[in-house]
């Protein structure tokens, strides 16, 4: 019996699907180039139209109320743009000068159109004097007197250091305020030795050395009930132990155990 032959078939191509994605993906980025074009000749277009000289600053507004800063010191800086372009003006520049203000710490300018300026700032913030002549701010900074009336403690020292004295006051501040008192005045000798008043009148002496830990052994002697503070003078505590407390009306040495 023959065997049947098998006849191979030729091999047929297979057709690739339309591209039917990659032509709408074309078209839709030229779709999006024409109209981002068209809107950046439309807006080229508006630009020439307009009349720049027009938009000039005719007001400003400070917006942050100012509490030491010269407000007509403000103004006059403010007032030497009104005028010119809003839209050439440098915002930042212009902050920068209003920074260079002696109580001015940051600021910031914005335009709103089509004419007003807005500048919001932040001040420093005056804490002690230092040596009668200047305020500082909490960094020891020292800057010009402020306009407002107020009640400032009074620091002193050699030239050079209200940064060091600054610091200082900040921390005898904060351990006497724990007990309810307020450091008054903070005074630095040129050869070291620190001195403070409470706001109760009673005067402090801490020597040169380790005046922090001994500013503590003054709140153990003023928190006890062995002394009426109404009746304290003075409490020196430059002794390596204990303390002598000045009464207004007599001296007393101070035991190890109430100032150690």
Do not use: C
């Not at 610091?167 to 309810?180: A, P």
């Not at 009746?231 to 430059?238: A, H």
Request: overall charge neutral; aromatic content about 6%; cysteine-free.
């Amino acid at each position: 019996m023959a065997k049947k032959k098998t006849v191979k078939k030729g091999a047929t191509r297979r057709r690739e699907p339309f591209p039917l994605k990659k032509v709408l993906k074309v078209l839709g980025k030229v779709t999006g180039l024409v109209i981002l074009a068209g809107v950046l000749i439309t807006g080229f277009r508006l630009l020439m139209g307009l009349d720049i000289s027009v938009m000039t600053v005719s007001a400003f507004k400070v917006e942050s109320p100012l509490v030491y800063q010269d407000e007509a010191e403000m103004n006059a800086l403010l007032s030497r743009h009104l005028g010119e372009s809003l839209l050439l003006l440098d915002t930042i520049a212009l902050a920068r000068d209003i920074e260079a203000l002696p109580w001015i710490r940051s600021a910031a300018v914005q335009k709103q159109w089509p004419s007003l300026l807005l500048v919001q700032v932040s001040e420093h913030e005056p804490v002690a004097t230092w040596n009668r002549s200047a305020v500082l701010n909490n960094e020891g900074l020292p800057l010009e007197r402020p306009v407002a009336q107020m009640t400032l403690a009074e620091l002193s020292g050699p030239s050079g250091r209200p940064e060091e004295v600054m610091s200082h006051y900040l921390q005898f501040g904060k351990i006497f305020r724990e007990v309810g008192f307020r450091v008054s005045s903070v005074d630095l000798k040129a050869r070291g030795a620190w001195s403070l008043y409470l706001d109760n009148g009673i005067q402090i002496r801490l020597g040169e050395d380790q005046v922090l830990e001994r500013s503590r052994r003054v709140v153990r002697i003023l928190t006890s009930d062995d002394f009426d503070v109404n009746n304290i003078d003075t409490i020196d505590v430059r002794y390596p132990n204990g303390a002598a407390v000045r009464l207004k009306q007599e001296t007393v040495e101070v035991e190890n155990d109430i100032a150690a």
